[in-house]
């Protein structure tokens, strides 16, 4: 599942880093608070640590739509939501819900995940 869905990750500190401004990274509470909202994508590891798939940090900042999809999957397993973010759909041609956010159509990918959110429900 790992490979699938990152295959790269941050951990906290990383993702911290990744998120900073001006040189200065996000503490690690406020790293926690994201995770803790569902703001953004975070899976824990077997050994208890948390880690943040790269693909969802773009320039900085968290990839738009990247909440929103966490809100439409409220309650589903986070590693659910990793899979379901980086399987390649017919629906976008074979890419996968994450590239379409790249690209910048997060409103298509909102309304997938609620769609899919409800079908899992």
């Known amino acids: ?13 990383a993702m911290g880093e990744a ?26 590891t077997a050994d208890g640590y948390w ?8 320039d900085g900042a968290v990839l738009p739509g990247v909440a929103e999809v966490m809100a439409a999957f409220e309650g589903a397993p986070v590693w659910s939501v990793g899979l379901w973010m980086t399987t390649p759909d017919e629906q976008w041609h074979g890419r996968t819900p994450a590239e379409v956010l790249r690209s910048g159509d997060a409103e298509t990918v909102v309304e997938a995940a609620a769609d899919t959110a409800a079908r899992w429900a």
């Open 1 to 13: 599942m790992a490979e699938q869905v990152g295959p790269d990750f941050y951990d906290e500190r």
């Open 19 to 44: 998120l900073g401004s001006d040189g200065e990274p996000l503490a690690p509470v406020e790293v926690r608070a994201l995770r803790e909202a569902r703001k953004v994508l975070a899976l824990p």
């Open 51 to 58: 880690v943040f798939p790269t693909w969802q940090v773009v």
